[in-house]
Every structure is written in structure tokens, then in C-alpha cells.
């Protein structure tokens, strides 16, 4: 597309933040016109998906757009959406129909806007890695791990963090397999005698047979081999005219399902076109580099001019109102010719009146008082309303603020600026010195403001001596000692190099290079049906509800863990509660837990460390408890200085073992050694205004079996904030599942010809991985060369789908049980009951009286 196609994309997604802002002051006007306007569930999810739509848009014109000043615009514009839809995710979990819970049901919402299920879907930020400081920081990390690795000998190729067991594989010596193969030898020889000797004695009965219908006819068989003939070559031609005219049928038929969709075509251009947008992706990330390098390089040459043509005039500037200040304030204190106790008091005239925040932020009301008053004439029901609307502020959010700031910059910058001429989008001169003037501003202010501090030194040191008598010296404070903060594992303090750490961790296998997944790999159907089932179904005469689907789980894998991970700025002003520290991913096996740990480490470009009980099994064992809280502190300091940093343990309920209390002498291997450490270090990563760089550190576990009696539930749903439920899929991701798996190896389905449905059905109850190693052990290279002649079947995937991990029922119940307490809602329909429970004995013991 050309420039001019993503400027007027721009311009429409400034008009429809225009409107949204407008939407955003719309409960605050009501309730200054005296209306009751209260906004629910309904009211944030409509502003989430329109800032959606606007997020996405934003996020394609800063990608693809080469003009260096415009891109940065847009890149702030693009940051604060984010802000406002984390703050609206935070409004609708809390007035979600499922109470307090994480994953929200919008296609109610969705049918009724008349939108497609792809609308509310996410896409991660590109310029989480596409920045040069971002893969410059990426690149020097592999460097380090690729240069480790090299140093120890390990391999270099990056972990899948499969299962290295094979499904397929049986267990034999040689011996039994050389016995196997004889025996199907000999049954094979035997099979190829018997079919030679059939034939032969054919043959032999069919030339008897001609002989004896020779010598009835008494010739000497001319004209029967003539006829012979002229039959053979009549059925020949009727049989190539047959399959002619079939191929022609069949040819009109598949051009006849490929006019209407019905089956995929056979010259797929899309290959070509992807690879063609690949290559204008790249020849335009180049011409952006070039572009923002040449606007780096005049931002220098003005920075140079301006403090060359203008620092003179403007340092002086500063230094006579600062001069002046002080002579007001020495004139100003009573007239007793006294000067200001610190300079820094200058900057406390530009802060607004205390008093200000308690005036009414409606405007209505002359004070507090005559507000008690109004309340205390007998409108009690307006009163509770309004006690009742706290937490939800009906004025418009910060973010909101800033939205109409961005809105006016683009109106006088952008709106009616000429860019025809401007093909190479080129920067704008005025602008880069606007834009450099704060810098020069800010330099000189603080030369002139220490100037300042000496010029007041001065002064008051001059008029204290011009005083008569001598000052009683005040007397020295005490200085209290500062107390040590107190140590959240045996081991902090013991690092004395950090540089150690990461080979060290190398050498043990903890920290290793992950096969990069992105998150839209974990493919999945929407949920069409996901508000009522998720809001009103009662699943097997409990509480109980379906797992999420995959677009859940991937959109809330974005909100709580890889924004807040990518970036510091959104960690710092996301909600607290959808900055996620830790994550629990529990599900059958093969549903995709680890993939997922890979595609958020991939898409925000993070280090990868591994915990699991495999990894650390005879590691650090010595010194007992101090072993297990130098490997877990060693991680986690190694982790924030390599942030982003993903922590995987896999396996995490071998970690989260039930263990007596006064029982010693356990096993010092045992993965259990390291669960008291594990919940301290994840309390020490902070989230809101607190976190720092080194806080982008994300803990991920992962487990198959989170119900089993000896796992210490308690504690583990404690130390993880985020539980995510990942099952096997439903009917309509099984189908999109095979087709996808079946189309990385290059065959397109054809449904008149292999019945996709069928294998859909028949895989009920079976994992993604599942699905995909049998495709995998079907469609082999030579199977695939094969289709021409020999086309795909149904039964051809019965055998080995029955050979992988499959997900029974009574599993499939022990993990809606674990769900239900893990997300909280078991302890709230207890209490709900119990509350139903008393109101009934107090209304039976009304009626008794």
C-alpha cells in the first residue's frame, strides 16, 4: 500500500477516537444534567471492542509507515489505547455476568455490533522486536547463549520442550525384531509362491479350454483370433472414451467447488503472495531504519544549533526570572528582609492551591456543608446510590486526557499538512526543532538552577554576617540507622560476580534457547455460544463451566502476561490485578501448555529459564535447603538482569508436594526442595507504579495432573495469581486442527474427498498434540508422493490416533473440579449458598413467631 493509503487509515482512527472520547464524557455530562446514568457491562464492552479496532489499526499504520515523526505520534497514540483497553478489561471483569472472572463472553455483544468473532482477537505490538533497540538487545542475548553453549559443548539447537517419548515406538530388543521381520519374510515368500502357482494353473485351465474350442470347430482358428481382435480394440475404445469423458466430469466438478469455496484451488496464489508481502515488509522496514537514522542525525544538528543561536538568550532568560523571584521573596516575607529557606521552593509557585482538589470537581454546590445538609433532609435512597457508584468514578479516566491531547497535536501537526510532495516522507525541519527546544531548555535550566543554589548560598551567608550577635548552634539529630531489609531466602547476599551466573546456569540446563512459537499458532474456533455457557449453564448438576476457548486464552495471555512483560511502562500503569507475576497452565497433555510458554516468550523477545523437576534433578543439592535457594536465587537474579524473562516449570505439581509438618530426612533430590523458595521469589516481582525493568519476569507452571492427593493444592493456587484451563479442543477447532496440521505438510483437503467431519468426531476427547502426531505419522514423505495414485482415508488415521494420549472422562471431571477451585468460584458459591441458607432459616423463624 502506498503512503498515502496508511495516512488516511491514521486520519480515520483520530476521527474515531474523537468519537470514542466523546462516548467517554458521556455519564459525567448525565450526571451533571441531574440524569442517572450508570454504565455496565454492556456500556465497557462496546468502548473495549471499538478500542480494539482502533488499537489494531493504530498498531498496522505505526508498521508500516515510514515517516519518522509521524511514527512516533503514532506511537504514542498507540500506547495510551493499550492503557485504556487494560483499564476496560479491569471494568469488565468486574461487571462480568461470570463473577471476578478473567475470561469475558462477547459474542452476545459481537452479534448485536453484526461483527465477525476476528474483531475482539489480538494482535502483539510488532514493535515489541522490530525496534532497533529491542533486537539489538535480543541478538545480544543469543550471541551470549550461542557463545556458552559452544563453550560447554552442548547443542546449539533451540529445545521444542516436547515429550521425547514416541507414541508409536515399541518396546523390542534386535533380537525380537530380527524374529518379527523373519517371520513376516517367510509369511511373504510363502503368500508370492501360492499367488505364482494360482497363475500358473490359470493359465494352464484357460490354454486347455482354447485348444478344446479349437478342435469342436475343426479350423484352424484365423478368424476367431480376428474377431478376438476387433472385441479387444472395441472394448479398449469404449473403455478410454469412459475415462475420458470421467476426467472431463470430474475436472468440471472440482472447478465448479472451487467457484463456489467448496475445496481449496489448485493453484493457490496466496503462496505467492505472502512470499510477495514478505519481501515489501522488508524493503520497507529498510527504508524506515534509513528514515529515522536520517532524523536522528538532524536531531542532533539542531540540538547543536539551538544551544549554538539560542542558549545565550535563553539562559538568560531563566537567570532574570529566577533573580527576580528571589528579590520578590526577600521583599515579600512581612518586610523582614528575609530570603527564601531553598531554591527549590521556586517551583512550588507553578503547583496548584491544595484547596482546589476539595472543591466539587462537578462545579455544583457552594461547599461541603451544604452538601451534608441536602443529605440530611431525608433523600437516604440517593444518598445510597450514590455510595454505591464509588468505585466506579462516572468522570472520564487519565488515559482519556491524554486522548484529546494526542488529538489536538495531530489537528495542528497533521490534519491539514500537505505530504503530496513528500514522497520519500522525509522529517519536517520546524518540527525536529520543536521538538529538541525542551532538551536545550531542560540542560540550561539545571546549570541555571545550580547557579542559582550558589547565588542564594551567597546571599544568605553575606546577610548573616551583617547580623549583629552570635546564632545558638542547633543541635545535631541523631541519625537512626537504617534497618536491613529483611532477607526473603537464605542465599541473597552470597553472589558476589553476577557475571557468573549465566554460565553457570548454561552449564546445569537451565537457562536454554527455546524453538520460537508465536501465539496465534495456538489455533482454535471461537466460542459462538461462550456467554450462555459460560454465564447460565450448569455443567453435570454443579456450578461447573466449560473450559476456555483458544481466543480466551490467547487474548487474556496478551492482557495479563505479555504486554505487562514487553514493556515496563505498561507494567507500571496496567491494573495491578492484570499484571500477572505468575501463570498456572493445567490440562491433559499434548493440549499445548509449553507451546504456550514459548510463544510468550517469543513475542516479547524474553529470556528462558527452566525449573522443571527433570532440569534440576542432582543440582544443587548440596548444603540442603541453602542449595535449592542458591539455584532458585541465582535464577531469578540472572532472570531480572536478562529481563524480559520467562521462569518455566514444568511438571509443577512435583514441586508443590504435601509434605508433614516435623518430617525430616526426606529425599535432598527431590523437586518439593524448592517450593518454599519458588512462592518467596515470586512475591519479590513487582507490579503498578514500583516495578522497574528488572521486574519484567514472568513465572509460568505447568502441570498434567494438578488434582492428584498428594499435591499440596493450597499452596500451589497460592503462589500462582493466573489459572488458565487448557483442554482439548472442541468439534470445530478438531476440524480447523486437521486441516492445518494436514496443510503443513502440503496436502489441502479436499472435503468431497477425505471426510474432515468424521475425523473430528472420531478425535473426541483427544489433544491438540495428539491430533498432530498423527498426522505426522501418517503423511510421510512418501506417503505424500503417493496421493496421486493413492488418495487419503478416513481409516488410514484410526490406528495411530489410537495410540496417542487421549483425555477419558473421569479426567476430563477431575479437571472441572480443580477449575472450579482454582478460579475462586467454588468459595463463592459456598458462600452464596450459605447466605441463601440463613436468609430462609431467618424467614422460617419469622413465620414461627
Known sequence: MSHATYQAKWTECMQELMEQVQIEYLPAEANDNGQSFQPGFQHFALLYIKYLQIYKKLEDCHNQIVHPQKRRDIWRVLRSTIYRILELKQELITFNPRTNSRFIALDEVLTDLKLNPETVEWAVPRYFLDDQEAREEIAEKDSKLDHWLGVFNMPAEPHALLDPKDPFEVGLTVDQAVAIIQKNERGRMGINRADMVCTWRKDSVRKEERQRRQAEKGGDGQDDFQESQVLAATRIAAHWKRKVDRRRFLRMREEEFEFLGMAPLRHDPKAQIIEDMKKHRERRKKMQEDADEVYQKALKEQLEWLQKKKGADIKADLLEERRQWILDCYQRYDKQLKFPAEFDEFYKQF?????????????????????????????????????????????????????????????????????????????????????????????????????????????????????????????????????????????????????????????????????????????????????????????????????????????????????????????????????????????????????????????????????????IEGKSTQGGAKGADLLVFKTLTCAQDLAPSVIYIDQVEQVYQAVKKGKKGGDPNAPVRIKKVLSAAIKQVKVGTDATEQDRVLFIGCTSRPFDDNVDKKELLAAFEVKVWVSYPEYGSRVMLWQKFMEAHGVFVDPTKLNISTLARVSDGYSAGSIKQTVDRVLTARRVQQLKVRPLKVQEFIGPLSRTSFCWREEYQQFSDFDFEATGEKALHESRAAAEKAAEEAAAKGKGR
Open 351 to 615: 503547583d496548584p492551591d491544595e484547596e482546589e482538589p476539595a472543591a466539587d470537581p462537578k462545579g455544583k454546590g457552594k461547599d461541603a456543608k451544604g452538601k451534608d445538609d441536602k443529605a440530611k433532609k431525608g433523600k437516604g435512597g440517593k444518598k445510597d446510590a450514590d455510595e454505591e457508584g464509588e468505585p466506579h468514578d462516572a468522570g472520564p479516566r487519565a488515559v482519556v486526557q491524554q486522548f484529546v491531547e494526542h488529538i489536538n497535536q495531530y489537528t495542528e501537526k497533521w490534519e491539514n499538512r500537505d505530504e503530496s510532495n513528500n514522497f520519500d516522507q522525509r522529517h519536517d525541519i520546524e518540527l525536529a526543532r520543536k521538538n529538541v527546544y525542551p532538551i536545550v531548555e531542560t540542560e540550561l535550566r539545571q546549570l541555571v538552577d545550580d547557579q542559582m543554589r550558589e547565588e542564594l548560598a551567597n546571599l544568605k551567608l553575606l546577610f548573616d554576617q551583617s547580623k549583629k550577635g552570635k546564632q545558638p548552634k542547633p543541635k545535631k539529630a541523631k541519625a537512626s540507622k537504617p534497618k536491613a531489609p529483611k532477607k526473603w531466602c537464605s542465599a541473597v547476599g552470597t553472589i558476589t560476580n553476577k557475571a557468573d551466573c549465566v554460565p553457570d546456569l548454561i552449564d546445569q540446563g537451565v537457562l536454554k534457547k527455546v524453538k520460537p512459537v508465536h501465539l496465534q499458532d495456538f489455533a482454535g474456533e471461537y466460542h459462538y455460544l461462550g456467554a450462555m455457557l459460560r454465564s447460565h449453564h450448569k455443567f453435570w448438576g454443579e456450578y461447573h463451566f466449560p473450559p476456555p476457548s483458544a481466543q480466551m486464552i490467547r487474548s487474556l495471555l496478551v492482557e495479563h502476561c505479555i504486554l505487562p512483560l514487553a514493556q515496563t511502562d505498561i507494567r507500571q500503569k496496567a491494573p495491578e490485578n492484570l499484571t500477572a507475576r505468575s501463570l498456572l497452565l493445567y490440562g491433559p497433555k499434548g493440549t499445548g501448555k509449553s507451546m504456550l510458554a514459548r510463544a510468550i516468550a517469543t513475542e516479547c523477545g524474553a529470556s528462558f529459564f527452566d525449573l522443571s523437576p527433570s532440569v
